[in-house]
């Protein structure tokens, strides 16, 4: 069962997202939120396996909100939800660590099966955007400051692209809690990057395609 909170401003909408997805066998709504501020704490207290998440709020911006969420809790997805097809937008919602970024006129189907795809791993998010996200990060498309990563940093940098905790990796790669946040401090200081999700999106362009 793929466990999934809402977080929209209006509550019809949300209401029709959330009847939409109940009715699948395999998904079920765990909680809601109308605010930036009630997302955060009800999205740390349910911890679902994806946050579908508007990203104009009242009291602020669901890219925030999922930048906040991805930080405390990398396991927990988010498909970013929008009126607008914004290529700003988009760009930020991926640099805060979003998995996908989809319309609000897309078929209901079309977003049950985006958040399938969302809960399994997948990024939704199109290739030339993660391009632009790793170019600006690292402010040239050819001269990669992974070359300047450890072995070890860059099979640390790989789990964090695929979402796990430092304990998670830890468990992966059988060292301690403490010694893979070293190494996480180390790689993000080695690309010029401050938070975790910067190296994570980084970290999915790296893949081969």
């Known amino acids: 069962m ?16 959330a009847d939409m997805i109940n009715a699948e066998p395999d998904l079920e709504v765990v909680g809601e ?9 009800r999205v740390a207290a349910t ?3 994806v946050a579908v998440l508007d990203v104009r709020l009242p009291d602020g911006s669901g890219i ?3 930048r906040t969420i991805r930080s ?12 607008y097809d914004d290529d700003e937008a988009s760009y930020s919602a ?10 609000k006129d897309i078929r209901g189907q079309h977003l049950v099966e985006s958040i399938r795809r969302v809960a399994r791993g997948e990024s939704l998010v199109q290739k030339a955007v993660t391009r632009k996200v790793v170019t600006e990060l690292t402010g040239t498309a050819s001269d990669s400051p992974a070359s300047n990563l450890t072995t070890r940093e860059r099979q640390v940098l790989e789990l964090i692209a695929e979402g796990l905790t430092n304990r998670q990796i830890g468990d992966q790669l059988d060292l301690a809690e403490k010694t893979v946040k070293n190494y996480v401090s180390g790689l993000l200081a080695k690309l010029g990057m401050a938070r975790r999700t910067q190296a994570a999106v980084y ?3 790296l893949r081969p395609r």
């Open 2 to 17: 793929i466990r999934v909170f809402l977080v929209d401003d209006h509550e019809v909408v949300r209401r029709g997202i």
């Open 203 to 205: 970290g999915a362009g």
């Open 64 to 66: 925030d909100v999922c």
């Open 72 to 83: 405390a809790n990398p396991v927990v997805q988010c498909l970013m939800l929008t009126a």
């Open 47 to 49: 911890v679902p396996d």
């Open 33 to 41: 939120a109308s605010t930036a501020r009630q997302a955060v704490a």
């Open 94 to 103: 991926v640099l805060a660590g979003a998995a996908g970024y989809v319309l």
